[in-house]
């Protein structure tokens, strides 16, 4: 049934818990495990191109170490695992690595925010929900794990 499963992480933290949630599937299903990270290229458009660099470099760094710490919990877990890191828009690349790499499942965390909050921040997995075709686990991060 599952034969691929994406993981996609932006390296804030707090993603043990949709990271159990994935590794659980893909054990059941013996999946792949696919793990994205996109460096947002739209953040920091208003700042000068030297602190763009800056911001760029440490959003990768971080994402790298996201990454392998997922790949290395899916390892553990003896599951095959592929790693990416792209620039881009956070929800469009997800789901076109979703598309471009026949993925069956994509299990992502949400910080469920509502009102205010959601209005101005918007949702990455909500507009990942929107654009895919393919089955999204959105797991709701509680604020225990949102805190790291």
Do not use: C, W
């Amino acid at each position: 049934m599952y034969d691929a499963i994406l993981v996609p992480t932006d390296g804030s933290g707090g993603e043990q818990q949709f990271v159990e949630e994935a590794i659980s599937l893909a054990e059941l299903t013996d999946a792949t495990v696919h793990v994205l990270h996109v460096v947002d290229s739209g953040l920091g458009d208003s700042l000068s191109e030297s602190t763009q660099s800056m911001v760029h470099d440490d959003l990768k760094t971080t994402g790298e170490t996201a990454v392998s710490s997922i790949e290395g919990t899916a390892e553990r877990a003896g599951l095959e695992t592929r790693t990416a890191i792209v620039n881009g828009d956070p929800a469009e690349e997800i789901v076109n690595y979703a598309e471009e790499n026949d993925i069956d499942a994509i299990v992502m965390g949400t910080h469920a925010n509502t009102g205010v909050s959601h209005l101005l921040l918007g949702s990455v997995t909500e507009r990942v929900i929107r654009l895919t075709t393919v089955p999204v686990l959105a797991v709701n991060l509680t604020e225990h794990h949102k805190q790291g």
